[in-house]
Protein backbone atom coordinates (compact mmCIF):
# COMPACT_ATOMS: atom_id res chain seq x y z
CA UNK A 1 0.00 0.00 0.00
CA UNK A 2 1.45 3.16 -0.89
CA UNK A 3 2.53 5.65 2.51
CA UNK A 4 1.51 8.77 2.72
CA UNK A 5 4.02 10.32 2.12
CA UNK A 6 4.72 9.06 -1.50
CA UNK A 7 1.00 10.22 -1.76
CA UNK A 8 1.78 13.86 -0.87
CA UNK A 9 4.83 13.27 -2.91
CA UNK A 10 2.64 12.27 -6.10
CA UNK A 11 0.28 14.97 -5.40
CA UNK A 12 2.94 17.80 -5.23
CA UNK A 13 4.73 16.18 -8.31
CA UNK A 14 1.59 16.89 -10.13
CA UNK A 15 0.90 19.82 -8.87
CA UNK A 16 4.29 21.18 -10.27
CA UNK A 17 3.46 19.58 -13.25
CA UNK A 18 0.39 20.88 -13.78
CA UNK A 19 1.47 24.45 -13.16
CA UNK A 20 4.74 24.24 -15.40
CA UNK A 21 2.43 22.92 -17.88
CA UNK A 22 -0.35 26.01 -17.27
CA UNK A 23 3.19 28.85 -17.52
CA UNK A 24 4.34 27.43 -20.71
CA UNK A 25 0.89 27.92 -22.36
CA UNK A 26 0.61 31.18 -21.12
CA UNK A 27 3.87 32.12 -22.29
CA UNK A 28 3.51 30.56 -25.98
CA UNK A 29 0.25 32.68 -26.30
CA UNK A 30 2.23 35.96 -24.32
CA UNK A 31 5.10 35.35 -27.73
CA UNK A 32 2.17 34.69 -30.10
CA UNK A 33 0.50 38.19 -29.34
CA UNK A 34 3.43 39.83 -28.87
CA UNK A 35 4.19 38.75 -32.34
CA UNK A 36 1.48 40.01 -33.80
CA UNK A 37 1.26 43.59 -31.77
CA UNK A 38 4.92 43.77 -32.62
CA UNK A 39 4.43 43.16 -36.22
CA UNK A 40 1.30 45.04 -36.76
CA UNK A 41 2.76 48.09 -34.73
CA UNK A 42 5.33 48.67 -37.84
CA UNK A 43 2.28 50.35 -39.67
CA UNK A 44 4.28 51.37 -42.76
CA UNK A 45 5.27 47.68 -44.62
CA UNK A 46 9.33 47.86 -43.85
CA UNK A 47 9.97 47.63 -47.76
CA UNK A 48 12.11 50.19 -49.60
CA UNK A 49 10.22 52.95 -49.75
CA UNK A 50 9.39 53.04 -46.36
CA UNK A 51 13.33 52.26 -45.98
CA UNK A 52 14.25 55.36 -47.61
CA UNK A 53 11.23 57.49 -45.73
CA UNK A 54 12.64 56.79 -42.63
CA UNK A 55 16.15 57.57 -43.70
CA UNK A 56 16.18 60.30 -45.79
CA UNK A 57 13.50 62.32 -43.57
CA UNK A 58 15.04 61.68 -39.94
CA UNK A 59 13.47 64.09 -37.70
CA UNK A 60 13.25 65.13 -34.35
CA UNK A 61 11.17 62.73 -32.11
CA UNK A 62 10.56 65.76 -29.23
CA UNK A 63 7.56 67.25 -31.17
CA UNK A 64 7.88 70.09 -28.32
CA UNK A 65 10.75 71.53 -30.42
CA UNK A 66 8.89 71.93 -33.46
CA UNK A 67 5.91 73.99 -31.71
CA UNK A 68 8.26 75.91 -28.70
CA UNK A 69 9.02 79.29 -31.65
CA UNK A 70 5.41 79.94 -32.98
CA UNK A 71 4.19 83.31 -32.25
CA UNK A 72 0.90 83.06 -30.37
CA UNK A 73 -1.86 81.22 -31.87
CA UNK A 74 0.60 79.51 -33.71
CA UNK A 75 3.06 77.04 -33.96
CA UNK A 76 6.53 76.65 -35.77
CA UNK A 77 5.87 73.55 -37.65
CA UNK A 78 9.37 71.70 -39.23
CA UNK A 79 8.51 69.88 -42.56
CA UNK A 80 11.87 68.37 -43.68
CA UNK A 81 11.95 67.85 -47.18
CA UNK A 82 13.61 64.88 -48.90
CA UNK A 83 16.32 65.03 -51.26
CA UNK A 84 14.47 64.83 -54.77
CA UNK A 85 17.35 62.70 -56.41
CA UNK A 86 16.55 59.14 -55.80
CA UNK A 87 13.06 59.76 -54.51
CA UNK A 88 10.86 56.15 -54.98
CA UNK A 89 8.11 56.77 -57.71
CA UNK A 90 5.66 56.42 -54.85
CA UNK A 91 6.26 60.05 -53.20
CA UNK A 92 3.91 62.47 -54.75
CA UNK A 93 5.58 66.10 -54.50
CA UNK A 94 2.69 68.60 -53.69
CA UNK A 95 5.37 70.72 -52.01
CA UNK A 96 4.98 71.96 -48.22
CA UNK A 97 3.20 73.35 -45.86
CA UNK A 98 3.60 76.73 -44.37
CA UNK A 99 5.99 76.30 -41.17
CA UNK A 100 3.67 78.50 -39.26
CA UNK A 101 0.45 76.27 -38.41
CA UNK A 102 -2.75 77.75 -36.53
CA UNK A 103 -2.73 75.84 -32.86
CA UNK A 104 -6.29 76.79 -31.94
CA UNK A 105 -9.22 75.59 -33.24
CA UNK A 106 -10.64 72.52 -34.30
CA UNK A 107 -10.80 70.83 -37.88
CA UNK A 108 -14.07 68.52 -39.74
CA UNK A 109 -12.31 65.80 -42.01
CA UNK A 110 -14.90 64.47 -44.29
CA UNK A 111 -13.54 61.40 -46.31
CA UNK A 112 -15.60 60.51 -49.01
CA UNK A 113 -15.12 57.00 -50.34
CA UNK A 114 -16.97 54.83 -52.54
CA UNK A 115 -18.91 53.24 -49.23
CA UNK A 116 -19.61 56.59 -47.79
CA UNK A 117 -18.27 58.86 -45.74
CA UNK A 118 -16.71 59.09 -42.77
CA UNK A 119 -15.93 62.09 -40.92
CA UNK A 120 -13.54 63.10 -38.06
CA UNK A 121 -12.87 65.77 -35.76
CA UNK A 122 -9.21 67.28 -35.14
CA UNK A 123 -8.26 69.18 -32.38
CA UNK A 124 -5.86 71.78 -33.62
CA UNK A 125 -4.31 72.36 -29.88
CA UNK A 126 -3.09 68.88 -29.91
CA UNK A 127 -1.67 68.26 -33.57
CA UNK A 128 -1.20 72.15 -35.18
CA UNK A 129 1.62 70.84 -37.73
CA UNK A 130 -0.22 67.28 -38.68
CA UNK A 131 -3.76 68.99 -39.02
CA UNK A 132 -2.17 71.54 -41.07
CA UNK A 133 -0.05 69.02 -43.30
CA UNK A 134 -3.24 67.44 -43.93
CA UNK A 135 -5.01 71.03 -44.98
CA UNK A 136 -2.32 71.24 -47.21
CA UNK A 137 -2.39 67.75 -48.61
CA UNK A 138 -6.34 67.95 -49.07
CA UNK A 139 -6.14 70.90 -51.03
CA UNK A 140 -3.80 69.54 -53.33
CA UNK A 141 -6.32 66.62 -54.19
CA UNK A 142 -3.44 64.59 -52.58
CA UNK A 143 -5.97 61.75 -51.48
CA UNK A 144 -8.22 61.77 -53.92
CA UNK A 145 -8.79 58.25 -55.81
CA UNK A 146 -6.61 56.63 -53.70
CA UNK A 147 -7.37 52.83 -52.23
CA UNK A 148 -7.46 51.77 -48.29
CA UNK A 149 -4.71 50.02 -48.57
CA UNK A 150 -4.53 47.72 -45.50
CA UNK A 151 -6.63 45.95 -42.90
CA UNK A 152 -5.34 44.36 -39.69
CA UNK A 153 -7.86 41.92 -37.87
CA UNK A 154 -6.02 40.36 -35.24
CA UNK A 155 -4.07 41.73 -32.47
CA UNK A 156 -4.93 45.10 -33.34
CA UNK A 157 -8.31 46.26 -35.56
CA UNK A 158 -7.13 49.20 -37.70
CA UNK A 159 -7.79 50.42 -41.40
CA UNK A 160 -5.34 51.96 -43.31
CA UNK A 161 -5.03 54.58 -45.79
CA UNK A 162 -3.40 57.53 -47.09
CA UNK A 163 -0.82 56.26 -49.85
CA UNK A 164 -1.24 57.96 -53.35
CA UNK A 165 0.26 55.81 -55.19
CA UNK A 166 -2.33 53.13 -53.67
CA UNK A 167 -5.07 53.57 -56.92
CA UNK A 168 -6.12 51.94 -59.88
CA UNK A 169 -7.35 48.20 -60.24
CA UNK A 170 -5.95 45.65 -58.53
CA UNK A 171 -3.12 46.01 -55.69
CA UNK A 172 0.61 46.45 -56.04
CA UNK A 173 3.63 45.07 -54.08
CA UNK A 174 4.17 48.63 -53.58
CA UNK A 175 1.13 49.36 -51.60
CA UNK A 176 1.64 50.83 -48.24
CA UNK A 177 5.23 52.26 -49.58
CA UNK A 178 3.50 56.04 -50.54
CA UNK A 179 3.73 59.44 -49.37
CA UNK A 180 4.44 63.19 -49.42
CA UNK A 181 8.28 64.71 -50.10
CA UNK A 182 8.48 65.14 -46.44
CA UNK A 183 8.06 64.19 -43.08
CA UNK A 184 7.51 65.49 -39.75
CA UNK A 185 8.01 64.91 -36.16
CA UNK A 186 4.91 63.10 -34.08
CA UNK A 187 2.52 65.17 -31.97
CA UNK A 188 -0.02 63.98 -29.25
CA UNK A 189 0.80 60.57 -28.11
CA UNK A 190 -0.92 58.82 -26.25
CA UNK A 191 1.54 57.93 -23.38
CA UNK A 192 -1.15 58.38 -20.32
CA UNK A 193 -4.10 56.34 -22.47
CA UNK A 194 -5.02 52.90 -21.29
CA UNK A 195 -5.50 51.43 -24.33
CA UNK A 196 -3.38 54.32 -26.10
CA UNK A 197 -5.54 53.95 -29.64
CA UNK A 198 -9.21 53.06 -28.38
CA UNK A 199 -11.88 52.29 -31.21
CA UNK A 200 -12.68 55.74 -33.33
CA UNK A 201 -9.42 57.16 -33.00
CA UNK A 202 -8.08 58.10 -36.23
CA UNK A 203 -4.10 58.43 -35.90
CA UNK A 204 -0.55 58.61 -38.53
CA UNK A 205 1.40 55.43 -39.48
CA UNK A 206 5.09 55.75 -39.40
CA UNK A 207 8.10 53.86 -39.92
CA UNK A 208 8.73 53.32 -36.79
CA UNK A 209 11.66 55.45 -36.98
CA UNK A 210 11.22 59.25 -35.63
CA UNK A 211 10.03 62.09 -37.17
CA UNK A 212 8.70 60.00 -40.05
CA UNK A 213 5.18 60.40 -39.81
CA UNK A 214 3.76 61.67 -43.70
CA UNK A 215 0.25 61.14 -45.08
CA UNK A 216 -0.86 57.72 -43.96
CA UNK A 217 -3.10 57.31 -41.58
CA UNK A 218 -5.03 54.48 -40.19
CA UNK A 219 -8.47 54.35 -38.31
CA UNK A 220 -8.95 51.89 -35.23
CA UNK A 221 -12.28 50.10 -34.95
CA UNK A 222 -11.81 48.05 -31.70
CA UNK A 223 -9.35 49.14 -29.05
CA UNK A 224 -6.01 48.33 -29.73
CA UNK A 225 -2.82 47.82 -27.52
CA UNK A 226 -0.44 49.56 -29.88
CA UNK A 227 2.81 51.44 -28.17
CA UNK A 228 2.24 54.92 -27.87
CA UNK A 229 4.81 55.82 -31.04
CA UNK A 230 2.05 57.39 -33.36
CA UNK A 231 0.23 60.63 -33.64
CA UNK A 232 -3.17 60.48 -32.39
CA UNK A 233 -4.88 63.20 -35.44
CA UNK A 234 -8.38 63.21 -34.41
CA UNK A 235 -11.81 61.08 -32.94
CA UNK A 236 -14.33 59.55 -36.23
CA UNK A 237 -17.47 61.15 -35.28
CA UNK A 238 -19.49 59.47 -38.13
CA UNK A 239 -18.76 56.71 -40.78
CA UNK A 240 -17.19 54.15 -38.10
CA UNK A 241 -19.95 51.48 -39.07
CA UNK A 242 -18.55 51.48 -42.99
CA UNK A 243 -15.41 50.80 -41.65
CA UNK A 244 -16.63 47.85 -39.48
CA UNK A 245 -18.46 46.35 -42.20
CA UNK A 246 -14.95 46.43 -43.88
CA UNK A 247 -13.42 44.88 -40.93
CA UNK A 248 -15.92 42.14 -40.71
CA UNK A 249 -15.15 41.30 -44.06
CA UNK A 250 -11.72 40.51 -43.39
CA UNK A 251 -8.20 40.87 -45.27
CA UNK A 252 -6.34 38.46 -47.89
CA UNK A 253 -3.22 38.24 -45.80
CA UNK A 254 -0.90 39.79 -48.23
CA UNK A 255 1.08 41.07 -45.37
CA UNK A 256 0.69 38.54 -42.97
CA UNK A 257 4.65 37.66 -43.22
CA UNK A 258 5.76 41.45 -42.67
CA UNK A 259 3.60 43.63 -41.10
CA UNK A 260 0.47 41.97 -40.62
CA UNK A 261 -3.02 41.88 -42.13
CA UNK A 262 -3.49 42.39 -45.92
CA UNK A 263 -5.92 44.32 -48.44
CA UNK A 264 -9.43 44.50 -47.75
CA UNK A 265 -11.32 42.08 -49.34
CA UNK A 266 -14.54 44.74 -49.59
CA UNK A 267 -12.00 47.46 -50.77
CA UNK A 268 -12.39 51.33 -49.74
CA UNK A 269 -11.55 53.89 -52.40
CA UNK A 270 -11.19 57.80 -50.98
CA UNK A 271 -12.98 59.99 -53.91
CA UNK A 272 -12.15 63.14 -51.68
CA UNK A 273 -10.78 64.39 -48.80
CA UNK A 274 -11.49 67.68 -47.56
CA UNK A 275 -10.77 69.40 -44.02
CA UNK A 276 -13.35 72.66 -43.25
CA UNK A 277 -11.89 75.65 -42.18
CA UNK A 278 -10.84 76.73 -38.50
CA UNK A 279 -13.66 76.67 -36.13
CA UNK A 280 -13.29 77.87 -32.88
Known amino acids: MTSTRERQRAAARARLEREMAERSAKARKRRQTQAIVGAAAILVLVVAGTVWLATSLGGDDDDSTQQAAGTEGFSQCTYTEAPKEGRPAQVKDVGLPPNQQANKGTQTMTIDTNLGPIVAKIDRTKVPCTAGSFTHLASKGF ?138
Not at 200 to 213: D, E, L, R
Not at 226 to 241: A, E, F, H, K, R
Request: aromatic share 6%; net charge negative; with cysteine.
Open 143 to 280: FDNTKCHRLVTEGIKVLQCGDPSATGKGWRQTDGTGGPSYGMAEENLPTDKRPPYPEGVIAMANSGQPGSTGSQFFIVYGDSQLDPNYTVLGTITSGMDLVKQVGAAGDDKAFAQQAGGGHPKKEVTITKLTMSDIEG
